[in-house]
């Protein structure tokens, strides 16, 4: 039984369609990652499934509990950490774990032993009496955490949780991912890094309301749609990334191109060799530049499926 | 469907069962002991919120005084006989008037007062004397600056008063020898024998405070939450609207209540209010108004996204109050809609039960009325306000 489903879940502020037709499955223990801009969705998407917000159209369950008529159920059971720092920065680390232990009405032996665990599994433990407001990004982050699943829950939407800390407190909050999920603890992720969506054994992207692409990394980079028939994918190291690139939108044979760090990414016709554009960008003055083919990275995914949706 | 467990199985055994929750007031205590500790670790906040009405209630008890007395007076005697001294003495005695000049001609008298040195200016004509002997009307000529309404009224009302009994006391003894009137008129004046302003402005001003310290310190609970971005953390938890708003009104409450006291205490024992009643109804008949003041607080939260707005609106709502609750104007002279608005003001009744019970000595067979439009203004207060945070959720 899937820990999420929904079929043709809308939801419309309005006249404005917020979500629109989505229907997915997420599997109980998988880290789901959700991907699109900012605007697409994906908070309200969260909100939908946790009976905020009422759908127009379709039907979703969290748990196997229906998102509107089970909703107290679904929130019960859920854990929900927001994509900003929302925790009472007055309060101690200790009095914010403690208060929503409170809220999700944990008492007796039971809190103690979740306090206890919570605790260790984040390693609050020397901050607990700091107050929340004096903790650097990633141990707020870890504290929102503990607050998220204090309550044990089953799944936890993660929205954005990893916006603005620093790249080893990302990694370390990662790593507490895995080890949840390695017990079972179902994850859906709203993220912007690729690197993270890559680590998510399944993605969503979803983008102007609408989901358009969903699966695992590894399906969704062999769509047709973004490598389609007759091309094929470069990557180009050069010292002067940006006028090359230039250069290479100007060429016919080049379908899509688009700087990565020190090089850029082809989308290219698959008939032209790669020793043509090696010439091509030699007879330009560009010496010394490498050519390798590459497979499509995520990024290259949605990318090309923006850009498609985009072209009329 | 035996699959169907997987995720609703219960894997708590003591203390916290998975269970549907459906009591209403889900969150209540932590919401509580959280607020609890909001309002701790900001000592700042709370000194300033039990601080600021504190000042305000000095400087407007001290500063406020609608009782005219020593009103400056300049003098223009063109008579100098005993006649017109006799009156001018009646003038001087009355403790009304007190005289800062004497003057010997017309443009000095009106200079006086058109400077502002005397609001009053009395001139006695040269034949005054001769008049009265011959039984003629002897003009005096009171002067009276308008610019203060309240000055004017009481110096024309006083002027008129010694006027009329030096009259009737020459009318009188033309034929009876004894120097007295026939008929005295001895008011008394009940419940504020010396009509201090102090005691009719205190009880309502402690009124107006509280107001305006309820309705700000809900609306700013909320709406902090709100900037914060920890309501959205808390709607997707199973708190109910109920919960997280008494939750959040019954530590502010408190507060309320402890600033109510303060309040008194300072009006009895700094200003020497006398309080004629029974505090402890007092105290009762407080608690339906604090209860809407604080739902009516949430009302403007719900509405407020910033701090910004909900302190305006919170201000915003201070006007009517003050001006249409009787604090400061009479109700029975407003004209009728007035009159009809300010029966919508809770704050009304509660300087009707303020002044009731600390100036009258008032007893809930009184004030019954009072207690139960407040009792109910508060409860339809706290469903509206729970309705709309309903709404904002769903």
Known sequence: MPAISTQDLTIKFGNFTAVDRVSLQVEGGEIFGFLGPNGSGKTTLIKALCGLLRPALGKGTVLGFDCVTEAEQIRQRVGYMSQKFSLYEDLSVRENIEFYAGVYGLSGNYLKRRKDETIALTHLEPYLDRRAGKLSGGWKQRLALACAFIHEPKLLFLDEPTAGIDPVARRDLWDLLFQLSGRGVTFFVTTHYMDEAERCGRVGYIYLSKLIAYGTPEELKQMPEVSPMGTKRIEIDTLQTSSALLFMKGKDYVRDATIFGQSIHLLMDDNVSMDQVKTDLKREGYNGAALRPITPSLEDVFVTLTNSLNEP | ?394
């Not at chain 2, 009103?71 to 006799?86: G, L, M």
């Not at chain 2, 010396?194 to 309705?215: E, K």
């Not at chain 2, 109804?281 to 339906?288: A, E, I, K, Q």
């Not at chain 2, 003041?293 to 009302?299: A, E, I, K, P």
């Open chain 2, 1 to 394: 469907m035996a699959d169907d467990n997987i995720f609703k199985q219960n894997n708590r055994t003591e203390g916290g069962p998975i269970k549907a929750r459906t009591n209403p007031f889900t969150g209540l205590l932590p919401i509580m002991r959280k607020e609890a500790i909001h309002i701790r670790r900001d000592p700042m906040a709370l000194f300033f919120t039990v601080l600021i009405p504190m000042i305000q209630l000095f400087m407007i008890g001290y500063a406020i005084n609608t009782n005219v007395r020593n009103i400056p007076t300049v003098i223009y005697d063109a008579a100098r006989t005993q006649e017109s001294k006799r009156l001018l003495d009646r003038f001087v005695n009355s403790d009304d008037f007190k005289i800062v000049k004497y003057v010997t001609n017309d443009e000095e008298l009106t200079r006086e007062i058109v400077a502002g040195r005397a609001k009053v200016g009395i001139k006695i004509p040269p034949d005054y004397s001769r008049l009265l002997l011959a039984g003629e009307t002897a003009n005096v000529l009171i002067l009276i600056d308008g610019s203060e309404s309240s000055v004017a009224g009481e110096a024309l009302n006083v002027a008129n008063g010694i006027a009329m009994s030096e009259s009737l006391e020459r009318a009188l003894s033309v034929s009876v020898t004894r120097q007295q009137l026939p008929v005295a008129a001895r008011p008394k004046v009940l419940f504020n024998p010396d009509s201090r302003s102090a005691n009719f402005l205190i009880p309502g001003m402690i009124a107006v405070l509280m107001q305006m310290m309820t309705v700000l310190l809900t609306a700013i609970a909320i709406v902090r939450e709100r900037e914060r971005g920890t309501l959205e953390q808390l709607y997707m938890t199973p708190i109910k609207p109920l919960g997280l708003m008494l939750g959040k009104i019954i530590p502010y409450a408190v507060v309320a209540y402890a600033e109510t006291l303060l309040l008194i205490t300072f009006m009895r024992w700094a200003f020497g209010v006398p309080i004629r009643g029974d505090l402890l109804l007092l105290l009762l008949l407080v608690t339906p108004f604090i209860l809407t003041m604080l739902g009516f607080g949430l009302l403007i939260s719900t509405r407020a996204n910033t701090y910004q707005e909900a302190t305006q609106a919170a201000f915003g709502t201070m006007m009517p109050s003050i001006f249409l609750s009787g604090y400061i104007f009479p109700i029975d002279t407003m004209p009728v809609f007035f009159q009809m608005l300010s029966k919508i003001i809770p704050t009304t009744y509660l300087i009707e039960i303020f002044r009731g019970i600390i100036l009258r000595g008032a007893n809930l067979a009184d004030l019954w009325k009072q207690g139960l439009i407040l009792t109910m203004m508060s409860m339809i207060m706290i469903s509206v306000s729970a309705m709309r945070f309903n709404k904002k959720t769903q």
